[in-house]
């Protein structure tokens, strides 16, 4: 068994930033230190992150160290971003409001939003301007004009969930225009209930001491855990790396071959030092079908698990064996010319797949891409004709890189959260519902289309939804512009909108975007809970406040009630509690619930401790129930069974989704696809190695351990790389038909030929307000395709994408990412 220190050592050398950065996990402090620090003046407060649980030592009011909580034996260095995020250099300091919009309000020239120049207010004058808007709107428009932004990541803590404050806040004074879905699996959590009967995306999945135990082959499909399980949605345990590591051992053992099928060796992939299997980027439904066709043709299926937990088969088989309208087998020859895998190679996976326990692992990205339903309810298929659903060991599991699923569950309740709808019985000031027409609810990546295309009906899962031409948005906590497609299309978009409010402790792209900033504090400047592992519920953790709030900052708590008290509801708001009251109430009511199976100490005994501990939960098989009695345990599909084929989904009569998973091409796709004559290079926009989505990239000193000449990494090969006449480290432009960027060369071996790689969340940092503008920084979002997955899930195509890379001549301009906006007096 190797060491913890060989465990770290591995990684390190097989990190994609090695050459530039520590390794993800960091070392520990000893016990002689910490308790050598502990009896200096210097205070020690614990808190919680989406990063992990810390420890973090304040001296004269400030933070001056931050280490991990001691149960976190797997921690990542994203932590040690945290000082810089609280004293970032673009911290909103004070209530600011962009200069044209105060001086004509709802009247202002909107094509100025982006200019970056603000005029200083007080918070009685931002509220009050604020409160104006809200009554305006609901008055003169109606709740169709009002729309209230998905938050998305916010800052941990049940308390101070800034969603849950801006939608209780709202509410109270009207009703709003919501959408549905999320950016990160919208494609995957609408066809999956069809298919599996629940969106699986979000769902438990097998415990890896099961997966450890049972599988002989494991095959992570587009899915990189070592990179992405550094984060979770709650405080996060980081505690599946031990089984990692586990995994690791058995591999080198040869007790368990795991397959990486991926375009990139993947961190993970060179972690465990396993086998990699190249594939054409966007082109999995083609490699699974090849893999179907050879299982059926060689009779190495499941037929009884088929006959008796499917649904549909036998109508999708002639479309597989080419007896159907296209008249086209999905033979492994026919998609060896898709995929760049061998005709053989394709058949021997096959093979190997239905030799013994099989658990398909697949990750988030394949589904963030035009057709993007495809490859999850394909995989549904491939793993269904195994038969190994519901066995330990074998299956799918569409998670087990997310916030640590696959460490058992303890079964204690967690803490609730501060409520976002309004208290039985209690009406909003504007009790108006008319619409006009429009749709009340809008899918969430179709948010700008509204505003491109007001009026426009679209297709969206079995309904259909006329956009709402909305006249304000207000977004908390929430970096809209970091997370939308296609820059310049959403420039176009947001000078349609009358205001734009935005609440943040940080100038990101949004706010600069917006007329009314909200200088909100972040979650280190105040008190709060959380729960200790999103799915493991290993425990409750106390936030307790570093520092106080800096500069002009205010909890989401105050400014939302203070933004209700200009309504008179500011004590219904806050049911008459402050922030310690709501925090104790949320933790006896947690203590009250879990009180007969998980004793827990009274809430000073716990905030004084810090946290409380529960014990491991037990080991779990998903989809054991089903299997055992298909029945009684039904799924949530129409008819209770896996549905290979959707009579459901057939009766919408959507081209680009039809009753059963297909293979369709591109808009566009590197590779011999359409537009790679032109742009032969697939832009893969992969979540970030170092940072949440855009949470961190302002932290100087994380951001300096990886940016490339102040510039977002453009992962290459070395070939395209040559080929350009690029080094690493040089500059480069990135660019295609709807915009371009500056990147720092990061040439590296990880990466085949024609791909590249720019990690979403990189701050938008153009050199103006004007469409078109250059991006200084290296935001993938100014180059991909603002298209919808298909009419089912009107989820978000980021991956298809293609674009030109070559060597940036010149001076480059200065990044405009980060720092304060431009402060202007009022003329």
């Not at 492994?332 to 898709?338: S, V």
């Not at 949004?510 to 959380?530: G, H, K, S």
């Not at 009274?602 to 004084?608: A, H, I």
Request: charged share 20%; with cysteine.
């Amino acid at each position: 068994m190797h060491s913890r220190r060989e465990f770290l050592k591995c990684l390190s050398l097989t990190s994609v930033a090695a050459l530039v950065s520590p390794s993800l996990l960091l070392p520990r402090t000893s016990e002689a230190q910490a308790s050598s620090t502990a009896q200096g003046t210097d205070a020690w407060r614990i808190s919680g992150s989406h990063w992990g649980a810390i420890r973090a030592r304040v001296a004269g009011g400030k933070i001056v160290e931050v280490k991990p909580f001691e149960y976190d034996k797997y921690p990542t260095e994203m932590i040690q971003g945290i000082i810089g995020l609280v004293y970032s250099s673009s911290r909103i300091r004070y209530p600011m409001v962009r200069l044209d919009w105060l001086k004509k309000r709802h009247l202002s020239d909107t094509s100025q939003r982006g200019d970056n120049r603000f005029v200083r207010v007080t918070w009685d004058q931002a509220l009050d301007m604020f409160y104006e808007e809200l009554e305006r709107v609901q008055r003169d428009h109606g709740p169709w004009a009002m729309h209230t932004g998905l938050v998305g990541w916010r800052q941990t803590g049940q308390f101070h969930s800034c969603g849950n404050h801006m939608l209780r806040a709202v509410n109270m004074h009207g009703h709003t225009l919501s959408t549905a879905g999320d950016y990160s699996t919208g494609a995957g959590q609408v066809i999956l209930p069809y298919v599996l009967g629940s969106t699986e995306v979000y769902s438990q999945g097998t415990s890896w001491e099961i997966i450890l135990k049972e599988t002989q082959t494991l095959v992570f499909w587009g899915s990189d855990p070592i990179k992405n399980l550094q984060v979770g949605w709650n405080c996060e345990t980081h505690e599946a790396y031990a089984y990692l590591e586990q995994l690791k051992h058995k591999v080198a053992k040869k007790e368990i071959r795991v397959i990486s099928i991926d375009p990139v060796s993947s961190k993970t992939q060179n972690y465990l030092n396993c086998e990699k299997q190249y594939v054409n980027p966007l082109t999995d439904v083609a490699l699974m079908l090849g893999l179907a066709h050879t299982l059926y043709s060689e009779k190495l299926h499941d037929q009884k698990f088929l006959d008796n937990y499917t649904l549909g088969f036998e109508k999708f088989l002639p479309y597989l064996l080419g007896t159907g309208a296209d008249k086209t087998p999905k033979s492994a020859e026919w998609a060896a010319r898709i995929t760049g895998i061998d005709a053989k190679r394709i058949k021997e996976l096959a093979r190997l797949l239905a030799k013994g326990r099989t658990q398909l692992i697949f990750g988030w990205a394949m589904q963030r891409q035009q057709h993007g339903e495809q490859p999850f309810w394909m995989g549904a298929v491939l793993a269904a004709m195994l038969g190994q659903i519901g066995l330990p060991g074998g299956g799918i599991s569409y998670a087990h890189h997310y916030s640590s699923i696959g460490v058992p569950s303890s079964g204690a309740a967690m803490p609730g959260a501060f409520p976002l709808n309004l208290d039985p019985g209690k009406k909003p000031k504007y009790q108006s519902v008319d619409y006009r027409g429009y749709s009340q609810t809008i899918p969430c990546a179709r948010a700008i289309d509204a505003l491109l295309e007001p009026g426009k009906v679209i297709d969206y899962n079995g309904q259909k939804v006329k956009l709402p031409p909305y006249k304000m948005a207000i977004y908390c906590g929430c970096n809209q512009w970091h997370r939308q497609q296609d820059k310049n299309r959403m420039k176009q978009a947001f000078r349609q909108l009358e205001t734009v409010v935005a609440v943040d402790f940080t100038w990101t792209a949004t706010c600069r975007f917006a007329d009314i900033v909200l200088p909100a504090c972040t979650q280190f400047e105040r008190n709060d809970i959380d729960a200790y592992g999103s799915y493991s519920g290993r425990g409750v953790i106390a936030m307790q406040k570093l520092v106080d709030p800096l500069f002009n900052s205010k909890t989401d708590f105050e400014i939302f009630k203070g933004l209700t008290r200009r309504f008179g509801r500011d004590k219904e708001y806050s049911r008459g509690m402050d922030e310690m009251q709501w925090l104790e109430f949320l933790y006896e009511n947690c203590r009250k619930e879990n009180s007969k199976k998980f004793p827990m100490p009274p809430f000073r005994e716990f905030w004084k401790k810090g946290y409380v501990l529960f014990p491991a939960g037990k080991p779990w098989v998903r989809h054991a129930d089903f299997r055992a009695d298909a029945e009684l345990n039904a799924l949530g599909t129409p008819s209770g069974f896996i549905e290979i084929f959707s009579r459901k989904i057939a009766n919408f009569n959507y081209p680009d989704c039809p009753g059963h998973p297909v293979w369709m091409e591109k808009s566009e796709r590197s590779h011999g696809g359409p537009k790679s004559q032109r742009y032969p290079l697939w832009l893969q926009s992969a979540h970030p190695d170092k940072r949440l989505h855009s949470q961190l990239c302002d932290s100087e000193i994380l951001r300096a351990s990886y940016a490339i000449q102040g510039r977002e990494p453009l992962f290459m090969s070395p070939q395209d790389a040559r080929q350009r006449g690029i080094r690493h480290g040089d500059l480069v432009r990135v660019f295609n038909d709807r915009g371009q960027v500056i990147a720092g060369a990061h040439v590296s071996a990880d990466y085949p030929p024609g791909v590249v790689r720019l990690q979403e969340g990189a701050w938008y940092a153009p050199t103006g307000p004007k469409v078109g503008a250059l991006d200084t920084y290296g935001d993938p979002n100014v180059l991909t395709q603002d298209i919808g997955s298909s009419r089912l899930a009107q989820a978000v195509s980021p991956n298809t994408c293609v674009v030109q890379v070559e060597k940036f001549r010149g001076t480059a301009p200065a990044v405009t990412a980060f720092g304060g906006p431009q402060e202007v007096l009022p003329r």
